[in-house]
């Protein structure tokens, strides 16, 4: 085996006192970046076929160019005229996982981007347990994944849902895609798990080591962190995901990720493709996060609803065309969104998320009014 895998198995002997400081799992993220997203600066171990990650990365960024020609030539432009520079550093992208992506083209200057949704960022040891010959095949899903992720502008449940049973996890793969894309590289990666009160447990050599089940071992490697810098320098920037479950009866059981969100003060938000669960009732408690504490929302259709948004101090300008919501059970605050593209949307030259009920791309920048 190599060096990740060596690493790893030092644990047994560290003293107790080591056994309990975070584990760093910046060894299996550089092979990862290497291997899956085709970073310059990742690892290739020796004991896979370079023809095959050749093959791989050759593929990759073939979708890649295409994505960049298709969506990044038009949404950057917009995106940097509409997005203010003077936001709050931290963003917060609920129902966003595998979707760091669309995060880092919409606010290149955030320190701080966490995505939340019920998908477990995956355990970066799975890389060294490969076997060479599944190497081809678990790439194939990652650019599966990506190429679903660069066709529809969002990322699919159903394409995560597919990588988290893969050999390879796939909401970390996704990020390390997409910190490569960006030209950032991860200099450190921890896994964690939010206390009662908010604040972050790293996981530790110990508590691997003492984690007999599976559900256990999944909670550990649940939540993870990555702190990455440019390839050319630059300040050390974190990039966060939650697995967590944001409807009203999982956060009333265990408020523990709302008080950790809280505790971040005012921050910039980002949604889309989020299946209409900011206009349920059932999603009461996040919404209610969002409008005490976001000071600037981007978003599709599944944003905050305008009935809620409004009392709440925020006003709405709506880009593109809607006509109707994309899923068709989602007719709560459907009118009152149509009344507002009717009444004067600006021009949308690419798709953000889901498109409305008839094909048309919609975007929705929801900012607070000063008092």
Known sequence: MFA?????????????AASTAPADFETEALVLSGVAA??????RPVDFDEKVVTAHCRL????????????????????????????????????????????????????????????PAGDARAIDAMAPEELAAALADVRSMAGSLFAVAHSKTSSMALMSRRRLPGELTSALVALAMNDLDPVSMRYFVVQSDGRLRYVSPADIASAREKAQRARLFGNVEIQFRGRAGGPVRTFRHFAANLDDKHLAADPSILRHLEAKGRVAAITKAASYLLWWDGFSRIRGYLLDHMVWMISDSTGIPVAKARPAGFEQIPYGHFEGPFLGGARQHADDFHKLWLDGARPLSFRFGYPDRVGNAHLLVTRRLPK
């Open 38 to 43: 085709c970073a310059p600066g990742g690892a």
């Open 60 to 119: 990759l960024a073939a979708l890649q160019r295409r994505w960049r020609h298709e969506w990044l030539e038009r949404a950057q432009p917009f995106l940097q005229e509409v997005v203010p520079r003077d936001l709050p550093a931290r963003v917060v992208y609920p129902f966003g996982g595998g979707d760091l992506l669309t995060a880092l083209v919409s606010f290149p200057h955030a320190v701080e981007i966490d995505t939340i949704s019920l998908e």
């Open 4 to 16: 990740s895998t060596l690493a790893l198995a030092a644990f047994s002997v560290t003293t107790p």
